[in-house]
């Protein structure tokens, strides 16, 4: 960070794409259900990877799974998992791959179920009362589950889902903006509360 730039989480560190995600993206309240679907099967595809590997890959993965257009991806079959495991462009994890095809169609059960991914995910927002009362970084870089991501991660798991555990999906809630934890001091925290303050729940 140099004295012009403004004050990040860290771990934003100091590459342009990432810098870019953290001040555009994360934590920003998002209801369209392919963004939905894309970060909940990135998260996924992230275990055990650090997260830049997988932002640097995005737009290959965007093209290897359709966009990750939750109809065309729940269509893929066999040889499309043969053609994914032979894309260098994308992590070629063959458990990771079928999952997110799996994923793909137990999303169009939740759709069908719920109107929208975007209307049951929100449901799992946490309260005020479940949130920390501490945004500085100390505090924050030692939460990787709570409470809702638990209950979150057990009920896609009781439909279904893989690769759907209760940090993946602490992760994913951090992504699509369902909580901020963007530390106190950085300057997307006080706009994306602003902008959740006026976000109608789907």
């Known amino acids: 960070m140099t004295d012009s730039e403004p004050?990040?989480?860290?771990?934003?560190g100091s590459d342009p794409l990432y810098k870019s995600y953290h001040d555009t993206e994360w934590g920003y309240p998002v209801t369209n259900?392919?963004?939905?679907f894309e970060k909940l099967c990135l998260e996924g595809f992230q275990s055990g990877l650090s997260w830049l590997t997988i932002l640097k890959k995005r737009e290959?993965?965007?093209?290897?799974f359709?966009?990750?257009?939750?109809d065309r991806v729940a269509a893929f079959d066999e040889p499309d998992i043969d053609r994914l495991l032979a894309d260098a462009g994308i992590v070629r994890h063959r458990g990771k791959i079928v999952s997110t095809i799996n994923n793909a169609r137990q999303a169009q059960k939740l759709r069908a179920e719920f109107g929208s991914l975007a209307a049951y995910f929100w449901?799992?927002?946490p309260g005020a009362a479940d949130r920390p009362t501490d945004y500085s970084w100390d505090t924050l870089r030692t939460i990787g589950t709570a409470p809702a991501s638990v209950a979150l991660?057990?009920?896609l798991k009781k439909r279904g889902f893989s690769?759907?555990?209760p940090t993946t999906c602490y992760a994913f809630m951090q992504a699509m903006g369902m909580v901020n934890d963007h530390m106190e001091g950085c300057h997307c925290r006080a706009p994306?509360?602003?902008?959740?303050?006026?976000?109608?729940?789907?």
Do not use: H, M, Y
């Open 33 to 36: 259900d392919t963004r939905l």
């Open 163 to 165: 690769f759907v555990g």
């Open 7 to 12: 004050v990040r989480c860290p771990w934003a």
């Open 153 to 155: 991660s057990k009920d």
């Open 60 to 64: 290959n993965f965007r093209s290897a």
């Open 66 to 70: 359709a966009g990750f257009d939750i």
């Open 123 to 125: 449901r799992f927002e």
């Open 192 to 202: 994306i509360e602003a902008q959740r303050a006026q976000f109608v729940r789907p």
